[in-house]
């Protein structure tokens, strides 16, 4: 597959940048910057970079596609369960990251990690399962997956093959980047393989300063926001889906050509709030947990609040985080609902 065009260079982040990230996260990650934008990813991305850019789609792929912490999850559950005619006893069986090819999750598993994770989990051989099915290739593990294919990627529209949305229907959420920043930051401290060491405040300045995986988080949302109007894209907001879930639902359910009884929309609300997200084994990466990979401390569906941000940012990151948003929002339409 070494012949795929990939039409952006991959070059590692200054060696001063690459010291400073070592420190604060697992120390055995190198970054990559891709393109014209920057964007900011795991070495390992490079090598299916190409083959993810080419891979072949098929006309009954569905994506969910998102920058990190933006309400992925959810919008997974919802949408694999519309486009799978709610068949909960499923959803219940079979781990929601199994339901999904989650395409380039295979750069936090390198080879040396992997056996890192492995030597301290012996004797674990089937939870360990779950690992080496990450860890293939998201191309890979596409291709020899069947169909109907459900994929989730946090990867920018310009990343994914050109021609997704020809044959793809792809649904796009999105968030108020303060909410992203602290839920990614409580994400990097739960993952033993982020391993972030360090305070809110420093977790901030990485953020906008584009030094966290899969930035720059406004080139991200706009080149998706660009793509809204086009029939096989629906662009949600998490504050939509937070405010009034039933009619958000509803727009899931149009776009993907269901329709559902307002009994059925009930239950599938109720199935998707997040008292009930918290207690399903199935969503919450029980699976991981038992692998030691979680921390204790944190969790992976946490407060599912709009606006939670607040209580995380002083006066002076307030100002400084609405100044960056109103820079960003300058050349686009874009309003995060939240947003004034
Ligand atoms: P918080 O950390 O702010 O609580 P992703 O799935 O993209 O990683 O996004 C995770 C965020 O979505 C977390 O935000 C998580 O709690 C929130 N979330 C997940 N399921 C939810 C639900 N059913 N209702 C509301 N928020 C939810």
């Not at 968030?175 to 994400?187: H, Q």
């Not at 420093?202 to 030094?211: A, L």
Request: charged share 25%.
């Amino acid at each position: 597959m070494s012949s795929n065009k990939f039409p952006y260079d991959i070059r590692p982040i200054e060696e001063s940048e690459q010291q400073i990230l070592s420190k604060h996260f697992h120390e055995r990650y190198k970054y990559i910057q891709i393109g014209p934008k920057n964007y900011f990813m795991i070495s390992n991305y490079g090598n299916d970079a190409a083959n993810i850019y080419n891979m072949p789609l098929r006309p009954d792929d569905i994506f969910v596609a998102s920058f990190p912490r933006s309400g992925t999850t959810w919008t997974q559950e919802l949408v694999w369960l519309l486009a799978s005619d709610l068949d909960y006893s499923k959803a219940a069986q079979i781990p929601l990251q199994a339901r999904y090819i989650f395409l380039e999750f295979s750069m936090f598993l390198s080879k040396e990690l992997l056996e890192d994770v492995k030597k301290e989990n012996v004797g674990k051989e089937e939870q360990l399962e779950i690992l080496d099915y990450l860890a293939i290739p998201g191309s890979q593990l596409a291709a020899q997956s069947p169909s109907p294919r459900f994929l989730k990627t946090h990867l920018p529209m310009s990343l994914l093959p050109p021609n997704l949305l020809d044959s793809t229907k792809v649904v796009y959420v999105a968030r108020d980047p303060r909410d992203v920043a602290v839920s990614f930051y409580f994400l990097n401290r739960l993952y033993k393989l982020t391993n972030y060491i360090g305070d809110f405040k420093s977790f901030w300045g990485f953020f906008v300063k584009d030094m966290v995986n899969w930035a720059p988080f406004f080139d991200h949302l706009k080149e998706a926001w660009q793509l809204r109007n086009h029939p096989n894209m629906l662009f949600l907001f998490y504050e939509e889906l937070s405010k009034d879930l039933p009619s958000t639902v509803q727009r899931v359910a149009n776009f993907l050509g269901k329709t559902i009884t307002s009994e059925q929309l009930t239950t599938l609300c109720s199935h998707l709030s997040i008292e009930n997200f918290k207690n399903n084994p199935s969503i919450n990466q029980d699976e991981l947990k038992t692998l030691g990979m979680l921390s204790e401390k944190e969790s992976f569906i946490r407060k599912g609040k709009s606006g939670g941000w607040r209580d995380y940012f002083d006066e002076d990151m307030t100002r400084e985080a609405q100044l960056w948003i109103d820079n960003n929002l300058q050349d686009t339409d874009m309003r995060f609902p939240t947003v004034q």
